[in-house]
């Protein structure tokens, strides 16, 4: 059965933290949605190499429409960390125990939200201090799978992020 999955992105997305896992997640066979601040937006990567249009706004989109969500890292949540919506969409997200695969800066978004006490994850290296210090259990691996998380640290970790990402929601396409 194909799956709905969410990408929440902003500006400034690392590129092929989005790209791979978006490509990988369509040609097996689920349907992606992108949701920014705002519906229409055309965002930008930071490497300048790929953009994304937008097909809801964080306002328009329910968790209960998505299996899972992908939250891309670089600079994209910081600048999706100041909208209450946002951060509500994730909670929501984690309530209803739904996957929530976040690579690089992504798992600030979680942090934001007041999810990671006693969680294990991981993310971009120079998160750890902070990321313990909210009560997380840093762990410095490729990808850490806690329960309904998926995490890893960087572009480099890509492959092993996607590949737990794809056993979560299966394949469709084959």
Known sequence: MAHKVAFLLANDFED?????PYDAITKNGHQAVIIGL?????LKGKQ??????????VDEANPDD????VIPGGKSPEH???????????????KRHKTIAAIC????????AGLIRGRNLTAFPELHAELNDAGARF???QVVVDENWITSRTPDDEPYFIEETIKKLGVNAY
């Open 16 to 20: 092929s933290e989005m790209k791979n």
């Open 38 to 42: 705002e519906k229409g937006a055309e």
């Open 48 to 57: 300048g190499t790929i953009s994304y249009t937008t097909h809801l706004s």
């Open 66 to 69: 998505y299996e899972a969500l």
């Open 80 to 94: 999706l960390i100041g909208s209450e919506r946002a951060i509500d969409f994730v909670r929501g997200m984690d």
């Open 105 to 112: 800066h992504g798992p600030l978004l979680l942090e934001k």
């Open 139 to 141: 762990i410095d691996k």
